[in-house]
């Protein structure tokens, strides 16, 4: 039997060490001209699609690590570079995970390969779930899905909000409500093939961070879909509203499978901005001379830096043991997907608070990147379920209670 061990693999190391590469020379760079801009960063994704990043080749060699951690191990790295690339890039693996989450084989094969193109010109997808009036309240969805026998299509309507890629999307995966009567478990998840008439996104929306993705609200309008579309096909969802109808049972809600496998991901991807502000600001701290002495021979200023080096130690942790338990399909009895979303989340907004604390004057300009992680870090704690809808979930899970 093997001995217990917490040490990446060689694959895992290179994995990590290509992409902190890629991060390093290609994304940091750039950075601060493309948080400027806010504008998508093209070429960027291109470059990144060039060399292999960006492609379903590569999510699907991360997914085939048995530990779980080689997804984590490449965002933590990629946001470490920057959030808002890091997020034009792996944006489109949200849209993904909902393929993957609720599609069949044939519906991954046909779709996947479109939300990523191919290095000459590559696309993007978008998982469109938010809506103006059903945020964490995903009951209150009032997007509708509409099935037409005689022609076999599903018909949506209805608004999304904040949706990552919304608009510029080649493919677009919408949940939506078949059955308004069961709430969340009246829903579904469908794919807008690229170029579907009905679907509009909006102006680009100004965002405190991560301002290189694009975010928008789609609005679809009588969008006609294949009876193909519907993710796990009609038979299967017809057997779960069956199913929620008599009470019993059914398997979670669209959106729920999406986030349970993209929690670890998202955490670390949190995680890379936490380091990239710890590492800076231990840097500024060993140079930086106020009285005489560089100010990391203060206790105050050594004691920050040991407490952030701790916190993110302590939430890649959690991060790593989701992501190991998801891959491997151990039920997450104790909420621990939320955990490693919340820790991670609340750990960036922390530690990048404490980075521009340490730098002063200087981390509130924006000589220094510690100002651009700090408005990156704070949707961690509000993206793909709310700091406080995390505590819901674990609470439920370790009480058996339906705490509200």
Known sequence: ???????????????????????????????AEWD????????????????????????????????????????????????GIGMAIFGTSLAVAAIYASGTPDQMLEWVPQCFGDAADPKVAAFCTTEPEAGSDVGSMKTRA???????????????????????????????????????????????????????????????????????????????????????GKDVLDARLAKAREGRKAQGQAAMRTFELSRPAVGAQALGVARAAYEYALDYAKSRVQFGRPIIENQAIAFALADMKMEIDAARLLVWRAAWMGRNNRPFEAGEGSMSKLKAGEVAVAVTEKAVQILGGAGFLREHPVERWYRDAKIYTIFEGTSEIQRLVVSRAISGIYVR
Request: aromatic content about 10%; glycine content about 10%; some cysteine.
């Open 146 to 232: 509409r099935y037409d026998e005689a022609t076999d299509e599903w018909v949506l309507n209805g608004q999304k909000a904040y949706a990552t890629n919304g608009g510029i999307a080649d493919v677009h995966v919408v949940t939506a409500s078949v059955d308004p009567e069961l709430g969340s478990r009246g829903q579904a998840a469908f794919v807008v093939p690229p170029g579907t008439p009905g679907l509009n996104g909006s102006k680009k929306l100004k965002k405190l961070g991560l301002r290189a993705s694009h975010t928008a609200d789609v609005f679809l309008d009588d969008v006609r879909v294949p009876g193909r579309c519907l993710l796990g």
């Open 36 to 83: 400027t801009r806010e504008e998508t960063p093209w070429p960027i994704i291109q470059e990144a699609a060039k060399i292999g990043l960006y492609g379903f080749e590569f999510l699907a060699n991360c997914w085939a690590d048995p530990s779980g951690l080689s997804l984590c191990l490449a965002n933590e790295e990629l946001f470490w570079g920057d959030a």
């Open 1 to 31: 039997m093997p001995e217990f061990s917490l040490d990446l693999n060689e694959e895992q190391r290179d994995l990590r060490d290509w992409v902190h590469g890629f991060a390093g020379d290609v994304v940091r760079p750039a950075a």
